[in-house]
């Protein structure tokens, strides 16, 4: 392994003094600090800070404080318990009145050509006004079934032709994020051309931010 | 932290996570004693990572409810792909962090010249009931360098600064890589360090 | 036209219109194990008035350090590429950029790219000669940069990031 550089081992000093290097990271640093200065004295003073930091606890929060809050957070849930328990008792009396129908005739917004299963009887009328819209859209449910299910079938269709002339379509990617060195891992870097060096920046053997290429020149 | 350090911690997480998916679950069905659990359990990070985002104990608290109620207006669809540690802080995190785009818009706003949301190099910072009535002069130091650093850097140091927390664990509450997760807290510090030269030496 | 059939045609042209968005936005991860795919083409040159394409300045910082000062988007092309199969995407002036996606994680995706020049062999047929090739994990969302290839006027460079 080449030894690396004071801008290599920068960020791995922050891992070195939490102890939260690999092995083989931890060595390669330990490797550079034998011989830097600068660096040792960038990992002393992570150190410090770290231990600042941590000794810095924010100030104590008084039981009541937490009391209330905690007050706060039970009738919020049970608030939630109570809405819920609201709208499913609602939906249940509607199913309840969802049987008796009147049986005048009304003008539908749902299509007509479809056998629809055979209208309950009428009774509460006055009610069932209010919430026509409602009960006439869950009535027809085998023809809304059999429409719907044509309607998906032919979406589909299209959408697959659409989709695939899309996703082969050039409509790019704003490039908005240039990946630094931490996000990119190279496993191996094989150079087939003699032509050319390898130029690695900022990295080290594996995290490296950009790969050149810079062409020999040769003389005459 | 040698090898039977990281192993004993490691174990701990896990169990701990096992009884908030426990906990989680009982407050699913409305467990309101569950609630009580899982607050009485985590409020304390909670508050740390607002009071240190924020540098005040008052809005950090205001913080800490939100973000509790923020967890349980989405526990319903909470399917613990991560854990509820993770979750919880990634809430108190963005919770904190627009806390103070708010107050910036709000202060902006009304022309309020009490408070400046922005880094000040002299502002003065809010005093609070909570706060312990002698001011530690580190400690004001450290909050008003700490709102200095850029927030990213910021972020990433106040989580990994909690007691506990790995760099994975950052990682994960950020949805970041370890590796960027190591050079935001260096750069952190490093800025720290900067600031801070005086009252550290 | 009836009420009917205005409320068919109305629900399958919504229908096929979110799945269409659906199916050009969603990961390729989740249809198929692979991983979308962005490569862009980038002409390099020494100019007296530097110039950067404005798409291209999130990634100056990487390319102002191959030497040069002026970069131009030549081409870019996002698609759907398949654990293990390769997308050469054709540069400029006969050299290509191959990527092969290998493994798919949640938030990278390990790859390997590869640099090929097409020229003619001795009996003049069309071959591509690897020049240079990387297995590497990268980060998703993020954008590597390669290239410093000479051609006749500035150099070729290339950039790619996976989702």
Sequence with gaps: MTTMDCDEIRTMLAGYADAELAALEREAVEAHLAHCGRCRALVADQKRVQRVLESHAPPSVPAERWSAMSRRLTDELAGRKHADLVTQHRLDSLDDLEDESPAEPRETRVPAARPGPPRPAASQGPVLKVLGPRAKARRPRLAWVAHAVGAIAAAVLIAVGIATVLRTTDFGLAPDALATQADITIHEIQMLDPGYNLILFAGGPKDIAAVWVEPIETEG | ?201 | MSQATRWYLATTVLLAGLLCWLAANAPAAETESGTRISILAIHATNEEKPHIDPELKPLKDALTRSGYNSFRLVAKERRAVRTGDTWERPMLEDYALRVIPTEVAEDRVTLTYAWVHYEKDEQGRRIARVLQQVPMTLIKGKYFVSGGWRLKKGALVGAFAAE
């Design chain 2, 1 to 201: 932290m040698n090898g039977g350090g990281e192993q004993a911690e490691a174990t701990e997480r896990q169990a701990e996570a096992k009884r908030d998916r426990a906990l989680v679950r009982r407050l699913q069905d409305g467990d309101s004693g569950a609630l009580d659990d899982l607050f009485r359990r985590h409020r304390e990070a909670a508050y740390r990572i607002a009071c240190r985002l924020l540098g005040n104990a008052e809005d950090a608290l205001d913080v800490v409810q939100e973000s509790f109620i923020h967890v349980l207006r989405g526990i319903g669809s909470f399917r613990g792909q991560s854990s509820f540690k993770t979750w919880l802080y990634r809430i108190v995190t963005h919770a904190a962090l627009d806390w103070r785009r708010c107050r910036a818009v709000r202060s902006a706003a009304s022309l309020d010249a009490e408070s400046s949301p922005e880094p000040a190099a002299t502002g003065e910072r809010r005093r609070s009931p909570t706060d312990e009535a002698a001011a530690d002069d580190l400690k004001e130091a450290i909050d008003k360098a700490l709102m200095n650093v850029s927030e990213k850097n910021r972020v990433a140091l106040v989580l990994y600064a909690l007691e506990g927390m790995s760099y994975q664990e950052v990682a994960e509450v950020l949805g970041i890589s370890i590796g960027t997760v190591m050079s935001r807290i260096f750069n952190a510090r490093q800025r720290l360090r900067e600031l801070l030269a005086s009252e550290i030496g």
